[in-house]
């Protein structure tokens, strides 16, 4: 048969096709019994409609897939297949149940070798999903076991199919397919003398499905981010300022952003409120800065909650409780919380000229629009802090920067792009602009903030999401899906994360509680 004559249409199973559906079976089926009788495909096709796939040529039926509802806990655990069955050969379809079960998947012989059963896989998977089942759950034939008996167990046969040793028209399709053997089953189809009485366990995990009992708790699936590449300018009052960035604040909001980022010391500019002569002295002006950082802290809190909006505060110098000085990013939530991420890297310059202080506390942070972490500037060149965060489940990652030239901007850049691929992961971008040459140490900037995405199918073809006008103020948005950060972890080209050879290497945060003076006794 060409592929010009083929005229497929994937569509429901009603009872109509039941004289057809039976030709099908007793051919496929003929050495375990054949067809289903009637009444029990029609009490199927009443209690499960959606599960009872099949694909038709020009009206005949060629492919099937037949399924019910079924308990997970009850059936991921050793079952036989009398187990689905009850009285007068009816099949139990539990319209309670949180899984899926694939009694048969068949084939007409004439139609095999045009995918045509992976085409009755997928469309059961995006029924499990669409319907929020936990899994799909298959007792699976081995029908070439018969052959390697004599030397194999079926653990062994089992084991060689999965390194495609040996090939099994079933097992090889299913694990083709996504599924993976949880268990061998004895006696479960006792008839079945070609498997010898075995099955495979087989199960497809749903990684979007959601408890019932969790739905009010679940976290967004869509999440708006808002950013300002900010110009530096002078102020000539912190008020000037605050307004400035409430303006800011009012325009993401109204475009119903979860998030507002600003960049690194993006207050810098009210270094310029000293005189050029008091300038000189980096030390007293960087600490002159450090005195606005509470007030900021208390509108920018203020804003977040008043607009709706969570704020990434860019950062700020911080005087610590050891009166050193911190380059810290705020983390402003829109009920009223603030957390902080300190920077724990600090650059040459900064060192020289200001003697920041590298934090040594890294945070992950819960907010109503998913997981999030922060690393300012010069961090996101370290990846061991970005694998430390995806590590708790980071869906975006904050990076508030400053750079002079386009060759430090480009650093930064192309290391927060691998972070997003190599973490699976969302990294906001966020830099600031513009010429200031009557303030010490802010004579030029230069940024492109971007909005970055890991590197597949689901997203666009150079991983970037959304990017500024170089050295240019503006705002801009960028719609986050965090359901795709879920498949492409689980089911993507590559799965960074998943692949790791955690047998050869491992990365940990060491304890640096005894630098508070905590009693790690306690």
Same mark, same amino acid.
């Given at each position: 048969?060409?592929?010009?004559?083929?005229?497929?249409?994937?569509?429901?199973?009603?009872?109509?096709?039941?004289?057809?559906?039976?030709?099908?079976?007793?051919?496929?089926?003929?050495?375990?019994?054949?067809?289903?009788?009637?009444?029990?495909?029609?009490?199927?096709?009443?209690?499960?409609?959606?599960?009872?796939?099949?694909?038709?040529?020009?009206?005949?039926?060629?492919?099937?897939?037949?399924?019910?509802?079924?308990?997970?806990?009850?059936?991921?655990?050793?079952?036989?297949?009398?187990?689905?069955?009850?009285?007068?050969?009816?099949?139990?379809?539990?319209?309670?149940?949180?899984?899926?079960?694939?009694?048969?998947?068949?084939?007409?012989?004439?139609?095999?070798?045009?995918?045509?059963?992976?085409?009755?896989?997928?469309?059961?998977?995006?029924?499990?999903?669409?319907?929020?089942?936990?899994?799909?759950?298959?007792?699976?034939?081995?029908?070439?076991?018969?052959?390697?008996?004599?030397?194999?167990?079926?653990?062994?046969?089992?084991?060689?199919?999965?390194?495609?040793?040996?090939?099994?028209?079933?097992?090889?399709?299913?694990?083709?397919?996504?599924?993976?053997?949880?268990?061998?089953?004895?006696?479960?189809?006792?008839?079945?003398?070609?498997?010898?009485?075995?099955?495979?366990?087989?199960?497809?995990?749903?990684?979007?499905?959601?408890?019932?009992?969790?739905?009010?708790?679940?976290?967004?699936?869509?999440?708006?981010?808002?950013?300002?590449?900010?110009?530096?300018?002078?102020?000539?009052?912190?008020?000037?300022? %605050? &307004?400035?960035?409430?303006?800011?604040?009012?325009?993401?909001?109204?475009?119903?952003?979860?998030?507002?980022? !600003? /960049? #690194? @010391?993006?207050?810098?500019?009210?270094?310029?409120?000293?005189?050029?002569?008091?300038?000189?002295?980096?030390?007293?002006?960087?600490?002159?800065?450090?005195?606005?950082?509470?007030?900021?802290?208390?509108?920018?809190?203020?804003?977040?909650?008043?607009?709706?909006?969570?704020?990434?505060?860019?950062?700020?110098?911080?005087?610590?409780?050891?009166?050193?000085?911190?380059?810290?990013?705020?983390?402003?939530?829109?009920?009223?919380?603030?957390?902080?991420?300190?920077?724990?890297?600090?650059?040459?310059?900064?060192?020289?000229?200001?003697?920041?202080?590298?934090?040594?506390? %890294? &945070?992950?942070?819960?907010?109503?629009?998913?997981?999030?972490?922060?690393?300012?500037?010069?961090?996101?060149? !370290? /990846? #061991? @802090?970005?694998?430390?965060?995806?590590?708790?489940?980071?869906?975006?990652?904050?990076?508030?920067?400053?750079?002079?030239?386009?060759?430090?901007?480009?650093?930064?850049?192309?290391?927060?792009?691998?972070?997003?691929?190599?973490?699976?992961?969302?990294?906001?971008?966020?830099?600031?602009?513009?010429?200031?040459?009557?303030?010490?140490?802010?004579?030029?900037?230069?940024?492109?903030?971007?909005?970055?995405?890991?590197?597949?199918?689901?997203?666009?073809?150079?991983?970037?999401?959304?990017?500024?006008?170089?050295?240019?103020?503006?705002?801009?948005?960028?719609?986050?899906? %965090?359901?795709?950060?879920?498949?492409?972890?689980?089911?993507?080209?590559?799965?960074?994360?998943?692949?790791?050879?955690?047998?050869?290497?491992?990365?940990?945060?060491?304890?640096?509680?005894?630098?508070?003076?905590?009693?790690?006794?306690?």
């Amino acid at each position: 048969m060409s592929l010009e004559e083929l005229h497929l249409n994937l569509r429901n199973l009603n009872s109509d096709d039941y004289e057809q559906l039976k030709s099908l079976m007793d051919a496929v089926y003929h050495d375990i019994g054949g067809a289903w009788p009637k009444h029990t495909i029609d009490k199927l096709i009443q209690e499960f409609p959606d599960g009872q796939i099949a694909i038709e040529d020009d009206g005949v039926l060629v492919g099937v897939a037949l399924t019910v509802q079924v308990d997970y806990d009850e059936f991921s655990n050793p079952h036989k297949y009398d187990d689905l069955i009850g009285h007068r050969e009816t099949i139990l379809n539990d319209q309670d149940g949180d899984a899926m079960y694939g009694l048969d998947v068949l084939i007409h012989p004439d139609y095999r070798g045009y995918r045509l059963g992976r085409r009755l896989y997928e469309a059961r998977k995006e029924l499990c999903r669409s319907h929020n089942l936990r899994a799909i759950l298959a007792g699976g034939r081995i029908p070439e076991y018969h052959q390697h008996a004599q030397e194999l167990s079926p653990a062994e046969y089992i084991d060689k199919v999965s390194r495609k040793e040996i090939y099994d028209p079933i097992l090889s399709f299913q694990l083709a397919n996504d599924f993976q053997v949880k268990r061998l089953l004895r006696k479960y189809l006792p008839e079945d003398e070609q498997s010898r009485g075995y099955a495979t366990l087989l199960e497809w995990n749903n990684i979007l499905f959601e408890p019932a009992e969790s739905v009010l708790d679940t976290r967004p699936t869509q999440v708006r981010v808002g950013a300002v590449q900010w110009q530096m300018r002078e102020f000539d009052s912190v008020e000037a300022a %605050l &307004q400035q960035i409430e303006y800011f604040v009012d325009a993401l909001s109204d475009y119903q952003s979860d998030f507002a980022v !600003f /960049p #690194e @010391l993006f207050n810098a500019p009210l270094m310029g409120l000293q005189d050029r002569a008091a300038q000189q002295d980096q030390m007293g002006a960087i600490r002159f800065l450090a005195g606005f950082t509470e007030r900021f802290k208390t509108e920018l809190s203020r804003m977040a909650v008043s607009y709706n909006i969570n704020i990434v505060g860019g950062s700020m110098i911080e005087v610590g409780d050891d009166d050193r000085l911190y380059n810290i990013a705020y983390l402003f939530h829109r009920d009223g919380e603030i957390e902080k991420q300190a920077k724990l890297h600090i650059t040459p310059q900064e060192r020289r000229d200001w003697v920041i202080e590298g934090g040594d506390n %890294l &945070q992950i942070f819960d907010t109503d629009a998913g997981r999030v972490g922060i690393l300012i500037c010069y961090d996101v060149e !370290f /990846p #061991e @802090l970005g694998r430390l965060l995806a590590d708790q489940d980071m869906d975006i990652l904050f990076v508030p920067f400053w750079t002079d030239t386009k060759n430090g901007y480009l650093r930064v850049r192309h290391c927060a792009q691998a972070r997003a691929i190599e973490n699976e992961c969302y990294v906001v971008l966020c830099g600031s602009v513009g010429n200031l040459p009557s303030i010490e140490n802010l004579d030029i900037q230069y940024a492109q903030s971007a909005v970055f995405s890991p590197s597949d199918f689901a997203f666009p073809h150079d991983a970037v999401l959304a990017e500024t006008t170089p050295n240019t103020e503006m705002i801009f948005f960028s719609d986050l899906d %965090l359901t795709r950060l879920t498949v492409v972890r689980a089911e993507g080209s590559v799965t960074n994360l998943k692949d790791r050879r955690k047998d050869l290497f491992d990365l940990r945060w060491r304890d640096w509680s005894w630098k508070s003076g905590a009693n790690l006794e306690e």
